[in-house]
T-cell receptor, first 115, second 113 residues
C-alpha cells in the first residue's frame, strides 16, 4: 500500500542536542508538510514543500528547519531542542495542494521527548 | 481569516448511541471541508470530505453535510461502537488561505461497552 512512513516512532534527545526526524512517501505527492501536535491539540503547521519550493509559516521558530532532497523524502531538523519542543511531529502529503479538495495523508508521527 | 470551531470534548457515549459532533467554520469563498480521525498513538486519517454546498460526505457509518447557509459541517453516526473511540478533527481548506488545511481543536470521543 502507498503510504507515508515516519522514523523513528519515538525519539529521545537531550536539551540543546540537534535531532533529525525523517519522513518518506510512496504516494508520489508533490506537497509534503510538517506539523507539530501537542497533547491531542490541533496539529500546527510548521512548513511545507510544494515540490522543491519551501514555505515557512510566519510563527515557526528559526530553531526548526527542513530539507527535501527528492520527491520521496523530507526531513525535520531541530537545531537546539528545548523542553517546549517535546511533541508529536506529523508528516503529511497531498496530491497538489492547489485545488483545495485534496486531503492530507499522514504518517503515524514521531513522538519527541527532550530530557 | 479562516477558522474552524468544533464542540469541546470529551464526549462520552454508550455503545449504539447516536453521535453528533458540531463543527462550524469561517472562510472566504467556498472551502472544502473535512473530518479527520486520530486513534491513540497514530497520525490523522481522513474520515470523510465534502467539496461544495449540500454535498454529503460519508464513510464507515459516519456522515456530514456541507451547509453553507449555516456554515456548518456536523459529524453524525447513528450507532457508535467502542472502536470509534478517538479524537475527531474538523478541518477546511480554502483558496483564501492558500489551500492550507486549518484544523479545529479536536473532540475526544469515548464509547463505553
Amino acid at each position: 500500500d502507498a503510504m507515508v512512513i515516519q522514523n523513528p516512532r519515538y525519539q529521545v534527545t537531550q536539551f540543546g542536542k540537534p535531532v533529525t526526524l525523517s519522513c518518506s512517501q510512496t504516494l508520489n505527492h508533490n506537497v509534503m508538510y510538517w506539523y507539530q501536535q501537542k497533547s491531542s491539540q490541533a496539529p500546527k503547521l510548521l512548513f511545507h514543500y510544494y515540490d522543491k519550493d519551501f514555505n515557512n509559516e510566519a510563527d515557526t521558530p528559526d530553531n526548526f528547519q527542513s530539507r527535501r532532497p527528492n520527491t520521496s523524502f523530507c526531513f525535520l531538523d531541530i537545531r537546539s531542542p528545548g523542553l517546549g519542543d517535546a511533541a508529536m511531529y506529523l508528516c503529511a502529503t497531498s496530491r497538489d495542494g492547489g485545488q483545495g479538495d485534496s486531503p492530507l495523508h499522514f504518517g503515524n508521527g514521531t513522538r519527541l521527548t527532550v530530557t | 481569516g479562516n477558522s474552524v470551531t468544533q464542540m469541546e470534548g470529551p464526549v462520552t457515549l454508550s455503545e449504539e448511541a447516536f453521535l453528533t459532533i458540531n463543527c462550524t467554520y469561517t472562510a472566504t469563498g467556498y472551502p472544502s471541508l473535512f473530518w479527520y480521525v486520530q486513534y491513540p498513538g497514530e497520525g490523522l486519517q481522513l474520515l470523510l470530505k465534502a467539496t461544495k454546498a449540500d454535498d454529503k460526505g460519508s464513510n464507515k457509518g459516519f456522515e456530514a453535510t456541507y451547509r453553507k447557509e449555516t456554515t456548518s459541517f456536523h459529524l453524525e453516526k447513528g450507532s457508535v461502537q467502542v472502536s470509534d473511540s478517538a479524537v475527531y478533527f474538523c478541518a477546511l481548506s480554502a483558496l483564501a488561505g492558500g489551500f492550507k488545511t486549518i484544523f479545529g481543536a479536536g473532540t475526544r470521543l469515548f464509547v463505553k461497552a
